[in-house]
């Protein structure tokens, strides 16, 4: 499945669930740029360092996530990335508007339901 469109939209939206995938896996163990540029991969993103990093950088002004070195003696080692208390709040909300969108979209659609017209998140 290919996710990267020409639309500039469609970036902006993929760039979300990106978000998500990162702040998912850095939960679980230490993560890295090349690293996330395979998982996403997998999951039919196509990004490379370039795109990613600059997203990765926001989340961590932002608080989500922690960087250091893996050697902390050489500037130039990778930079290992790990979720923060902010991140991991960041996270559940995430999980749930993700689980109700999955709801309506997917889910509701699938059976042929009218998905509802009030969110559960007061939005």
């Known amino acids: 499945m290919d ?3 020409t639309d500039p939209l469609d970036r902006e939206v993929l760039i ?3 978000k998500v995938h990162v702040l998912h896996h850095a939960e679980k163990l230490p993560v890295y740029g090349l690293w996330l540029v395979h998982e996403l991969a997998e999951h039919g993103y196509r990004t490379n360092p370039g795109t990613l990093y600059p997203v990765i950088d926001r ?3 932002n ?3 922690h960087s250091e070195r ?3 003696r050489h500037p130039k080692s ?3 990335f790990r979720i923060t208390p902010a991140g991991r709040l960041v996270l559940k909300r995430l999980r749930a508007f ?3 969108l999955h709801e309506e979209v997917v889910a509701e659609a699938s059976r042929g339901r009218r998905p509802a017209r ?3 998140h007061g939005r």
């Open 3 to 5: 996710h990267e469109g």
């Open 16 to 18: 979300a669930f990106w």
């Open 59 to 61: 989340m961590e002004r």
């Open 63 to 65: 608080g989500w996530l």
């Open 70 to 72: 893996a050697e902390r």
């Open 78 to 80: 990778r930079r290992l």
């Open 98 to 100: 993700v689980a109700e």
């Open 118 to 120: 009030v969110s559960r």
